[in-house]
């Protein structure tokens, strides 16, 4: 022996679990006057959603898009 260790045999081979990020859902809309492309986001990890819509303000964070967007992920 070298003096090393070897790491197996202290963890038995054993890998920590990760846990996987959950990917970030996003969704691309059109606006209604054909100029502007929304997207709306529904992060899994935290279950936020944000759009980039100027609806999302007026509607405390739950547009139309956002509704959506929740209906879909239920």
């Given at each position: 022996?070298?003096?090393?260790?070897?790491?197996?045999?202290?963890?038995?081979?054993?890998?920590?679990k990760?846990?996987?990020?959950?990917?970030t859902?996003?969704?691309?809309?059109?606006?209604?006057?054909?100029?502007?492309m929304y997207k709306?986001r529904?992060?899994?990890?935290?279950?936020?959603?944000?759009?980039?819509?100027?609806?999302?303000?007026?509607?405390?964070?739950?547009?139309k898009?956002?509704?959506?967007?929740?209906?879909?992920?239920?």
């Open positions: 022996s070298n003096g090393k260790i070897k790491i197996e045999s202290i963890t038995g081979g054993i890998k920590p990760v846990k996987k990020k959950a990917e859902i996003v969704v691309e809309t059109l606006s209604s006057r054909g100029d502007i709306t529904y992060y899994p990890d935290s279950d936020k959603f944000t759009c980039s819509c100027p609806g999302v303000w007026m509607s405390n964070n739950n547009c898009h956002i509704k959506k967007l929740r209906n879909e992920q239920r």
